[in-house]
């Protein structure tokens, strides 16, 4: 009998013994030839140097899997030249075997792999995919190995950090970027500039990281604690590492590259860094004593960082304690405090312009909001329906049909509560609005109710707070 088919060819960069992708379509090719089974070039899938571990990382599997799911269908069998090509994963493979074979009417079939259509096949079909998924385990804890190896040896296995970049696989020095390295280094053990002076230094010459980014506290923290600069190769196995850059399985070892900066000044820069730390930790303070109603709601005018509290009673630019705002917005607490609350209390005192949405009175309360409850969970919905089909997942026929059906319980979910809302008083939106401001001010201003209540009511209700020192200007916008 003749059938349509595609096929899937994968080819990843961890063994080089592999059959190439030619190799592996010009043998599929073949067995269709042979087993009375039409090709079409259209519906021909490769992913070439990609691993087969994870099935959402292939995008020209996803495409097949999207096609195969389409209305009419497209093609009858799934050819590949093995079935660890489909899939090295058992929980992978089960699911998209399932959903071909169930959803779709389409087989996989593996032409060097002759399994026949009975119960045994089960029970074959599983041992090599179980044997697929233990070889690529094994080939995962094999390179680690080879890895590891490489790293007692010095040899530099992670992308060029600032100051180098790889020439003929070892690390050559970036003039321009070294001085700026030995500066940093100089800078800082000199005690001439502080972390944060000197990344807001070095962003002021127009240097970014080799990522784009601008230097900040922690970039300069890299790089005074990163042994590269003075001739050593760092490696984790887990590839896990804290902000103290190191942990127990971290392998350091004497490289081939030249050193930018000398030894001794490096543990110079380790000692100072070391001994900052402890003085933070000696003066450090409880989270939750720092605790204030206001906390992420002021947000610098310049850059739009959030003011943070700092370890007295100020807040200031989180973009300027980084080295990456120009202004350091510093603001004492009680003074935006009390600036705030006047506000809030001339909102409701005086004449207001805020379009809010109604609040209806309590009859019906209930079931008004279970319709609102619907409806917010129809837009979660359409967000769903709207993923499934960009990833391949539903159709657009589906995607069509499922949008429609959210449309209609809309339609009607609206028209029952335009309904409800006849039958209600609605008050005037300045009085909701005055009376809502009222009570969050009685609430703020009231020593007997404690902080965290406090921070929750003033986040239900304000949205943000724009601060620029420069012209005294606070602007308070409401989440209505």
């Known amino acids: 009998m003749l059938q349509r088919g595609a096929c899937y060819v994968r080819v990843s960069t961890d063994n080089q013994t592999e059959f190439s992708p030619d190799a592996q379509l010009k043998a599929i090719r073949k067995y269709a030839e042979l087993n009375n089974i039409i090709l079409n070039d259209e519906y021909i899938f490769v992913d070439e140097g990609i691993s087969g571990r994870k099935a959402d990382k292939r995008p020209a599997f996803q495409q097949m899997i999207k096609i ?175 902000r103290g850059q190191t942990n127990k399985e971290t392998i350091i070892e004497k490289s081939q590259h030249d050193p930018i900066i000398s030894e001794e000044l490096f543990q110079k820069a380790h000692g100072i860094i070391e001994k900052n730390k402890m003085i933070h930790k000696r003066y450090f303070k409880s989270t939750n004593s720092n605790l204030h109603w206001l906390n992420g709601l002021i947000k610098c005018k310049l850059c739009g960082h959030t003011l943070v509290r700092n370890q007295k009673d100020f807040y200031q630019c989180n973009g300027y304690t980084k080295g990456k705002c120009l202004k350091s917005q510093l603001v004492k607490i009680t003074n935006i405090e009390k600036a705030i609350l006047e506000q809030i209390k001339n909102d409701f005192s005086n004449n207001i312009n805020i379009n809010i949405k109604f609040n209806l009175d309590k009859t019906n309360d209930n079931e008004v909001s279970i319709i609102l409850s619907e409806l917010e969970k129809l837009k979660e919905k359409e967000i769903r329906i709207k993923d499934a089909y960009i990833n391949g997942i539903d159709s657009i026929e589906e995607y069509k049909e499922n949008k429609q059906n959210l449309e209609n319980q809309k339609k009607m979910l609206n028209k029952q509560l335009l309904k409800l809302q006849s039958k209600k008083d609605i008050k005037k939106k300045e009085t909701i609005i005055k009376e809502q401001l009222k009570t969050i001010y009685n609430i703020l201003t009231d020593d007997r109710i404690d902080m965290q209540r406090k921070y929750e009511v003033s986040h239900m209700i304000i949205d943000r707070i724009d601060f620029n020192r420069d012209d005294g200007i606070l602007e308070l916008t409401y989440k209505v």
């Open 68 to 242: 195969a799911k389409s209305k009419p269908k497209k093609f009858d069998v799934i050819l590949v030249h093995k079935f660890d090509r489909f899939a090295r994963s058992r929980e992978d493979s089960v699911v998209y075997k399932s959903l071909l074979k169930k959803e779709c009417g389409i087989k996989v079939i593996s032409i060097t792999e002759s399994i026949e259509d009975d119960k045994f096949s089960v029970i074959l079909e599983a041992m090599l995919e179980a044997m697929a998924e233990y070889y690529s385990l094994n080939l995962a804890d094999e390179v680690k190995k080879g890895m590891t190896e490489k790293a007692t040896r010095g040899q530099y296995q992670s992308s060029p950090p600032f100051g180098y970049k790889m020439q003929n696989k070892v690390l050559s020095i970036v003039e321009d970027e070294a001085n700026i390295v030995k500066f940093i280094f100089e800078k800082f053990t000199s005690k001439e500039m502080n972390i944060l002076q000197i990344a807001k230094y070095i962003n002021n010459l127009g240097y970014t990281t080799h990522r784009g980014n601008k230097f900040e506290n922690r970039t300069i923290e890299y790089i005074l604690t990163n042994p590269v600069y003075v001739g050593y190769a760092r490696w984790t196995p887990s590839g896990k590492i804290k």
